[in-house]
């Protein structure tokens, strides 16, 4: 077995590369393009009637009909307000586009943007799919502790609720949804991790911590997971102690479990 040096391996950052659905890619391409074509009308319309005078043609002289009357309402009607709207239309298109890209772009993990704090000897993987698909761990750090499970807590304007199990929290969508205590399914998640890292080898146990990053003081630690803030990331690793079984043989074959789950 080859002993685990820090210069062994440097750095890594492990992300998931799975393609970005097709049907949301599909769909936000459409809602762009559909607001584009608004907005263009828009301003076409805009300079059809006030840029040209296109209207005036509408205007009835002398003594009109009836149906010329009302024909120049409905023009004057049409004119005035479907510039607004379709730009109004168009511009919320477009913005529903832009924000449906901003919410699929990849969050950076707390490791990742601690990156700097975090010694090359230490490898980070994010969104990790379990095998059996029950989960997807967003941050795994493999180092010479073994391993650790860290997810975030969130966002404080995101939780309607919180009781000792679950939490109620409103996500993308707008609709409020329960989901486990953060603290207990990172603890979860750090168990199922280190039963999938068992594999066969059954006489050899990778040890796998659970922490949770946020801010909000009515949160405190459990036994089986740590609470940090953001900048506690690289000190608490460091602090967790070295595993002298998990040589370089090993946390190879632990990398190598986890790209093949990407």
Request: hydrophobic share 45%; with cysteine; proline share 8%.
């Amino acid at each position: 077995m080859r002993a685990w040096k820090p210069q062994d391996v440097p750095m890594q950052v492990i992300a998931s590369e799975r393609p970005v659905d097709r049907a949301a890619r599909t769909a936000t391409l459409r809602a762009f393009l559909v607001g584009s074509i608004l907005l263009a009308g828009a301003s076409l319309l805009a300079y059809l009637v006030f840029g040209t005078g296109l209207l005036s043609t509408f205007t009835p002289s002398g003594r009109a009909t009836t149906a010329q009357l009302v024909a120049g309402a409905l023009a004057w009607t049409f004119g005035l307000t479907a510039p607004a709207a379709f730009g109004i239309v168009g511009l919320f298109r477009v913005g529903s586009a832009v924000e449906s890209v901003a919410a699929r772009r990849p969050r950076p993990t707390p490791a990742v943007r601690s990156r700097d704090g975090i010694p090359d000897d230490h490898a980070v993987a994010t969104r990790v799919r379990l095998p059996d698909g029950s989960r997807i761990v967003p941050e795994i750090v493999i180092g010479p502790f073994g391993a650790a499970v860290i997810e975030e807590l969130p966002p404080p304007g995101a939780v309607v609720g919180r009781g000792p199990r679950s939490w109620d929290v409103r996500l993308a969508d707008g609709k409020v949804h329960m989901i486990d205590h953060p603290l207990e399914r990172a603890a979860r998640d750090a168990e199922r991790v280190r039963t999938w890292f068992g594999g066969e080898d059954q006489d050899h146990v990778v040890k796998v911590y659970a922490a949770v990053v946020g801010t909000d003081p009515k949160v405190e630690r459990t036994p089986t997971c740590a609470y940090i803030t953001a900048d506690q990331v690289g000190p608490w690793l460091a602090s967790l102690p070295v595993q002298r079984s998990f040589d370089a043989d090993r946390r190879d074959r632990v990398i190598r479990m986890v790209r093949s789950a990407l």
